[in-house]
């Protein structure tokens, strides 16, 4: 607000000028309203809209307030949409008041006068409006506003001949101002070598013309009114060359103010930033010199060579730690000011001259004040030292005394006064009496230190010690507790030797009781532990056997209870000696840690829990007796069921290794035997209902039977497994009798083959049982062709052989022997006298797989007889019979 108030003056001069202007010359209203017209259009253009009549389209304030929130990029209050004279007036008030809100004082414009159409008032209030944020803004070199808009043209025209600005009225009737400023920037746009200063209508035209047309400058003069006017109105003139200056002003700035300014400005900042920092570097070493030199020439005396030993080192502190760095600052202002001084006098700028009193010398004079004061403070530090060292070596002294004798005296009287022997056992009592004599000597050795402590303190009186009061108080106080000291020592004396004789009758008694209560308290810990430990037993004769042993420890009770008895009347008695003669026994029986409350409440636990063991007995022997039945229940299903499943897997076994009758006969009687286990399965599932009740139950043997679930379970699994597997065979031996056209007297063979090598029994032959039974078929097999066929009969290598692989072998065997036959005769057939055969001669009179796998069997040895690719007589034989045959 400060900066907009400073223009008052000038926006109360312009509205003077504006009321002397309309009244000598009406001729300028006329350019004012084209002018002001142009620009208010140019602004609310960018809105959709504009005016025709200046004075009567901002009546009732809608377009003003449109105007204003254009030019400001501000938006105004909401306007009043009613068409009465109370809403156009409260519209012109809002736009009013946000042109006083920016600082602009309005004088004689009123809201009334815009609603009445006033076109000197309305003309003013846009002037206004123009001055405020058209040429208020406009800054160059320093100058604002108007000088400011003029000193732009003037730069901008002044290479132009026959241009000359000195104003905004005369200084533009011959056109070729305008001009200037649009050659000067767009260079293009007119060819100023043409123009000719005798024809400002022309030029005129082609300046307004340019620059509606190339810069987006509305025509807001007429050039005609220009020419013919004596003095063209300036504010109109201002209005429409501030349109000029804001079209150029952005690319005026990036290429002229950039580089010289900142240029300029760069070397001002370093400059100024050098004077801010001596004048801030010398007002902070100035007031640390007026704080310094007070503390330095502060003499006060100290009475105690500690507190001259802190301020020496006080002043040791501030000459390594606080001072140097000032000297840093001190030698780094003189380097500042040096450099500016340079800096300014080779830029030709004035010298600096800073601030009064901070001027080099004025530094240099307030350092010397000082280095003396330091100097002087140095010197009276030591002397003070010196004096109080003779003072404080005779106070230290009494010092060192006072202290080890308080030292030793810490706690003696406290210890004097304990009333520790009325809880003491006769041991610790005994004890206390030789710490007491061993006291007693030591007191009486003190006796000379206390007699040199108050000589001291005597001597110190004399020389007229500045602390002693305080040191006779201290001395005062040793002899008062020395003498305090020897009367508490007699006192303690007497009072050990009485009570020791009275603990020592008490020492009989405790031993006594601490003799007969430990075995008994043994004993009852015993019980305890008996009584509360947990049992765990499995059978009814375990239960039997605990019951009869609590019996027994009950029936000794009684006499256990007459022991407690004797035992509590021991201290019982002991009570009545410390009641008669007053004895504190607040210690505790020293040779036992066993109290009668012990005695009594582990008594009382043991009473209790008495019936809790018997109750738990009770129920434990009733749980066994539930647990028993339950072992029973299961053995009994499990006796036979066990042998049930056995059975049955025996006779699966014998079924599937005899050979009575046809395998359709073997199928029937499995498949009726896989019905019959089905059938069982309730058996089994009843015994796991009683098995889950003995896991319950927690019982873990059972010595009525020899089986367990997990053995039931896997019978049953193993019997399923086999009645399946077993039928499934036969159903695959019955495929293989089909597929191979083997007679059921040949299956015979097969079988019985096949359990005369099964040694084992098993339904399986291993490897070498397998190898054994092809030798005793007539097989010559060497290791390579033994490996071979266990590939084919054992092609997931488990070292076995069953029936079902036996049996596809066997049959294979016999189909390629058939196979081989026939291929040789149709060789000797085919062969003829030559006694070979082609590959494809083969082909062709044989059907194709024989011809493929006797071309395959032949292969290895194609190639023998002179003619390529034949299979003679002598290969075909090696190739089916091996090479023994040839």
Known sequence: MDHYDGETNDYRQQEDDWDRDLLLDPAWEKQQRKTFTAWCNSHLRKAGTQIENIEEDFRDGLKLMLLLEVISGERLAKPERGKMRVHKISNVNKALNFITRKGVKLVSIGAEEIVDGNAKMTLGMIWTIILRFAIQDISVEETSAKEGLLLWCQRKTAPYKNVNIQNFHISWKDGLGFCALIHRHRPELIDYSKLRKDDPMTNLNTAFDVAERYLDIPRMLDAEDIVSTLRPDEKAVMTYVSCYYHAFSGKQKAETAANRICKVLAVNQDNEKLMEDYERLASDLLEWIRRTIPWLENRAPENTMTAMQQKLEDFRDYRRMHKPPKVQEKCQLEINFNTLQTKLRLSNRPAFMPSEGKMVSDISNAWSGLEGAEKGYEEWLLNEIRRLERLDHLAEKFRQKATIHEGWTIGKEDMLQQKDFETASLSEIKALLKKHEAFESDLAAHQDRVEQIAAIAQELNELDYYDSPKVNARCQRICDLWDTLGALTQKRNEALQRTEKLLETIDQLYLEFAKRAAPFNNWMEGAMEDLQDTFIVHTIEEIQGLTAAHEQFKATLPEADKERQAILGIHNEISKIVQTYHVNMAGCNPYTTITPQTINAKWEKVRQLVPQRDQALVEEHTRQQDNERLRKQFAGQANVIGPWIQTKMEEIGRISIEMHGTLETQLTQLRQYEKNIINYKPKIDQLEGDHQLIQEALIFDNKHTNYTMEHIRVGWEQLLTTIARTINEIENQILTRDAKGISQ????????????????????????????????????????????????????RLGVVTFQAFIDFMSREAADTDTADQVMASFKVLAGDKNYILADELRRELPPEQAEYCIARMAPYTGRDAVPGALDYMSFSTALYGESDL
Do not use: W
């Open 745 to 796: 007297e040949q299956m015979n063979e097969f079988r019985a083959s096949f359990n005369h090598f099964d040694r084992k029994r098993t339904g399986m032959m291993d490897a070498d049982d397998f190898k054994t039974c092809l030798i005793s078929m007539g097989y010559n097999l060497s290791e390579a062709e033994f490996a071979r066929i266990m590939s084919i009969v054992d092609p997931n």
